[in-house]
């Protein structure tokens, strides 16, 4: 099973955002024609299935709203990023300089959305993180036009670290992930949680994006034997490592621990492998919190998706414009 911790910060922080977009004078508060909004997410490769999730999320509010946020119709340009952090800069000033948007949505790789988060702070163009956790956006390259609706890589990977080493009684871990700005964080943010509270973290283990053949890792982990392993790892890559991790026998012995995304998305997917998982994460797709439901609905035209971590973290930047 599955468990999932939420943090009660949400409304305060649609607030926030809302409020900080009025202030900034965009095209998005002030307009009359309409609301141009450049998706760029990835529609390739293995973040495939939540950049599609991301958009009909966005897109699900608006048709919720009629079609128009703040009285305005919406058009919509869409990049492929393809995960792809040496093509970010091209991409984005597609968007930025091409396209003339208004406001840019995205996106999942880390790396991407650092050179997004570049080039929206030189333009003034606003955008919205609704996925992506690289602790720079809104740290370092923080500006008054950048917003996160979603987490940063620390938030849930730290709470686990605490899980694991207070109410698990864990003492020593291996971790594992993507050697990217991403899988890095999450790990050092676990360390953290975890060392502070009594565990250690014997071994680093890292493969490179987006590989996931991960049997010479599985092996070095069945051999150390740690008492618990932590993993980062979404999307397409997060289903096979979960699938392989139970292949190999290690899921009877040695407990699988992770951010949420390692199951959101994905855990139909991943069916009897993902059993005995525990994972931290700011959303639970059971919850009955009223900011979460109402997109969680499933809508004739949009009946496929699944009500998803990533897909509420969508709807998020549609009610901060909606209510700038």
């Known amino acids: 099973m599955t468990t999932r911790t939420p943090v009660r910060t949400a409304r305060l922080a649609l607030t926030a955002l809302a409020f900080a977009a009025a202030l900034c004078g965009t095209a998005g508060a002030q307009g009359t024609g309409k609301l141009k909004v450049g998706l760029m997410l990835p529609y390739s490769g293995t973040y495939t299935a939540l950049g599609v999730a991301i958009e009909n999320g966005f897109k699900l509010y608006v048709d919720e709203q009629g079609g128009k946020l703040a009285g305005r119709e919406i058009e919509y340009f869409k990049v492929d990023d393809e995960s792809d952090p040496a093509k970010a800069t091209d991409n984005v000033n597609k968007l930025i ?86 899988g890095e964080e999450s790990v050092n943010g676990f360390k953290e949680g975890f060392e502070k509270n ?30 618990a392993v932590y993993a980062f790892f979404a999307g397409g890559g997060a289903v096979k490592f979960v699938k392989d991790y139970q292949a190999a026998g290690l899921n009877k012995t040695i407990p699988l621990y992770g951010p949420g995304f390692l199951t959101d998305g994905t855990l139909d997917a991943q069916g009897e492998s993902a059993q005995g998982m525990l994972t931290t994460l700011h959303y639970a797709t059971a919850s009955t919190r009223r900011a979460t439901t109402p997109s969680a609905r499933p809508t004739p035209s949009r009946s496929s998706c699944s009500p998803t971590c990533t897909r509420c973290r969508a709807t998020t930047p549609r009610r901060c414009w909606a209510w700038a």
């Open 97 to 182: 300089k091409r396209d003339n948007v208004d406001v840019i949505v995205g996106t999942v790789h880390s790396g991407v959305a650092m050179a997004m988060a570049k080039a929206a702070k030189e333009s003034g163009t606003v955008l919205i993180v609704p996925n992506a956790g690289a602790d720079a956006v809104t740290g370092p390259m923080c500006a008054p036009n950048i917003f996160r609706s979603s987490f940063s890589n620390w938030q849930p990977a730290y709470a686990m670290g605490e899980v694991a080493a207070k109410q698990q009684g864990k003492k020593k871990v291996m971790t594992i992930t993507w050697k990217y700005a991403a």
């Open 198 to 227: 009594g565990g250690k973290v014997d071994k680093q283990l890292t493969l490179p994006f987006p590989n996931v053949e991960f049997q010479a890792l599985l092996t070095e982990i069945a051999a150390a034997k740690p008492d």
